[in-house]
């Protein structure tokens, strides 16, 4: 599993309830579960490769330095690759965490999708969902009637992963 965090100036109050959050997930995780950390900002950053020592994931979690814009896009496509040509165990994953959505990237939306995409393990449509839904926060602020558009996220979430299952 790779788990990606957002460490922009944005999350600097959230990264201590984050990082306990995680913690708790790899405690609770198969013993013979590999996880790295990602930490990313303007520049993401390989924290932690692949281990199942806790303390190793826990040093790498407190990394913080909670500053700087989102490359969300760019984080995600470099864990994305690297957790298809590192990891040995066949059920790979790949969790993001953030507060926001991505300004800093060299990758588009679009270019981001089509490279996770090529892997066919349903990440582009999780961070499509991701995108998608953001912007119907904004819609939802600015009085477009949100309870319908919630309504039609979840159906379209529930579609991806029927599709994704059937790949």
């Known amino acids: 599993m790779g788990i990606v965090i957002d460490n922009s100036g944005s999350m600097r109050e959230k990264r201590a309830t984050v990082n306990e959050a995680v913690l708790d997930l790899i405690r609770a995780s198969n013993p013979a579960d590999e996880i790295f950390v990602v930490n990313f900002g303007t520049d993401f950053y390989l924290d932690q490769d692949f281990t199942s020592d806790t303390n190793l994931l826990r040093r790498a979690l407190q990394r913080v330095s909670a500053s700087g814009t989102t490359a969300l896009y760019d984080a995600v496509v470099a864990s994305d690759q690297h957790l298809t ?6 059920k790979k994953v790949l969790l993001v965490i953030t507060d926001g959505q991505d300004n800093a990237s060299q ?33 939802a602020k600015t009085g477009a009637p949100a309870g319908a558009d919630q309504h039609k996220k979840w159906a379209v979430v529930r579609a991806k992963r029927r599709r994704t299952r059937e790949h």
């Open 85 to 90: 040509r590192a990891a040995r165990l066949s």
């Open 107 to 139: 990758e588009t939306l679009r270019e981001a999708v089509a490279r996770l995409q090529q892997d066919k393990r349903g990440v582009a449509s999780l961070v499509h969902q991701f995108c998608w839904q953001s912007k119907i926060g904004s819609k």
